[in-house]
Antibody, heavy 118, light 110 residues
Framework: QVQLQESGPGLVRPSETLSLTCTVS????????WTWIRQSPGKGLEWIGY???????NYNPSLKSRAAISVDTSKNQFSLRLSSVTSADTAVYFC????????????WGQGTLVPVSS | QTVVTQEPSFSVSPGGTVTLTCGLS?????????PSWYQQTPGQPPRTLIY???TRSSGVPDRFSGSILGDKAALTITGAQTDDESDYYC??????????FGGGTKLTVL
């Protein structure tokens, strides 16, 4: 059973870059869409983007090119960088595994709250 | 800009049946959007319930079922239990590597 676990700083200052890592255990990091999803306090879920282990990626247009996802197959990890953050980026960030061809998320991390505050 | 629509809230009595829907602000929804459904309780990550329109995820009770009803995706809970009180989200694959979440439905069982 694959497990995903997010890690990263507990607080990010406005205008700085948010960096999170998701460690994948119990399964290979190949052959899936490695995805980040977030949830602002009291709000719904928002898809941020994904990277496919072979190098393809895509992002939510609403993030205006601030997001970047990378995969490190040697460590079985994938990461999110979100630049120029504001208070609107305060959210619980989830990493998830997306399944090819039927396009759904079959495994989720527990989520990590990242406040953006000075 | 396309929006995925869901009922903001719904209420069902214990033992009752409820159908939550997921639609598009423009156009009809079909299986080619690969609708999936997720259940979330406060403080927890989403749990995958249904994928590829109507396939139950492993361990999901058979009182949960997915379908296309008219031009919407639907999640039906037959014989609702108090444990089913949660937020429910649908997700659509919009093509070209894009996913879109609905706003979620808060289901009350009472």
């Amino acid at each position: 059973q694959v497990q995903l676990q997010e890690s990263g700083p507990g607080l990010v200052r406005p205008s700085e870059t948010l960096s999170l890592t998701c460690t994948v255990s119990g399964g290979s990091i190949t052959s899936y869409y490695w995805t980040w999803i977030r949830q602002s306090p009291g709000k719904g879920l928002e898809w941020i983007g994904y990277m496919y282990y072979g190098g393809g990626s895509n992002y939510n247009p609403s993030l205006k090119s601030r997001a970047a996802i990378s995969v490190d197959t040697s460590k079985n990890q994938f990461s999110l960088r979100l630049s120029s953050v504001t208070s609107a980026d305060t959210a619980v960030y989830f990493c998830a595994r997306g399944v090819l061809s039927i396009f759904y998320f079959d495994s989720w991390g527990q989520g990590t709250l990242v406040p953006v505050s000075s | 800009q396309t929006v995925v629509t869901q009922e903001p809230s719904f209420s069902v009595s214990p033992g009752g049946t409820v159908t939550l829907t997921c639609g598009l602000s423009s156009g009809s929804l079909s299986t080619s959007y690969f609708p999936s459904w997720y259940q979330q309780t406060p403080g927890q990550p989403p749990r995958t319930l249904i994928y590829n329109t109507d396939t139950r995820s492993s361990g999901v009770p058979d009182r949960f079922s997915g379908s296309i009803l008219g031009d919407k995706a639907a999640l039906t809970i037959t014989g609702a239990q108090t444990d089913d009180e949660s937020d429910y989200y649908c997700v659509l694959y919009m093509g070209s590597g894009n996913w879109l979440f609905g706003g979620g439905t808060k289901l009350t069982v009472l």
